[in-house]
C-alpha cells in the first residue's frame, strides 16, 4: 500500500525559499502523477504544480516562474519555491495518483511566508 508523506515546511520571509518533499513509499511502480496542492484558511484546495511518469510538468499561474517540481529515480518528488509571497501560505499537500483511479494523500505541511 502506498503511503505519502511531506517534509520541508516552515516559516520564511517574504522573497525567501523553500524546497518541500514527498516521499511515497510501497508500490511505487503503480504511480502515475505526483502533485503538490494547497489550501489556506477560508480557500478551497487547489492545484499547484504537478508532474507525471513521464516528466511532463504542469504550473498554476500563480506560481509560473518562482516554483519548480521535480522528482528523483527514487519517485520522491520536490518542490523548489523561490521568491515566496505571503500569499503562498498554505497547508501544502502531496497527492500521489495511482493506476487504476485511486489517489493517495500527504497529511499536509504548512508554508507560512511572512515578516
Known amino acids: 500500500q502506498v503511503q505519502v508523506v511531506e517534509s520541508g515546511g516552515g516559516l520564511v520571509q517574504p522573497g525567501g525559499s523553500l524546497r518541500l518533499s514527498c516521499a511515497a513509499s510501497?508500490?511505487?511502480?503503480?504511480?502515475?502523477?505526483i502533485g503538490w496542492y494547497r489550501q489556506a484558511p477560508r480557500t478551497q484546495r487547489e492545484l499547484v504544480a504537478d508532474?507525471?511518469?513521464?516528466?511532463?510538468t504542469n504550473y498554476a499561474d500563480s506560481v509560473k516562474g518562482r516554483f519548480t517540481i521535480s522528482r528523483d529515480s527514487a519517485n520522491t518528488v520536490y518542490l523548489q519555491m523561490n521568491s515566496l509571497k505571503p500569499e503562498d501560505t498554505a497547508i501544502y499537500y502531496c497527492?500521489?495518483?495511482?493506476?487504476?483511479?485511486?489517489?493517495?494523500w500527504g497529511q499536509g505541511t504548512q508554508v507560512t511566508v511572512s515578516s
Open positions: 497527492k500521489v495518483a495511482l493506476r487504476y483511479g485511486i489517489d493517495k
Open positions: 510501497g508500490p511505487i511502480f503503480s504511480i502515475s502523477s
Open positions: 508532474i507525471t511518469t513521464g516528466g511532463t
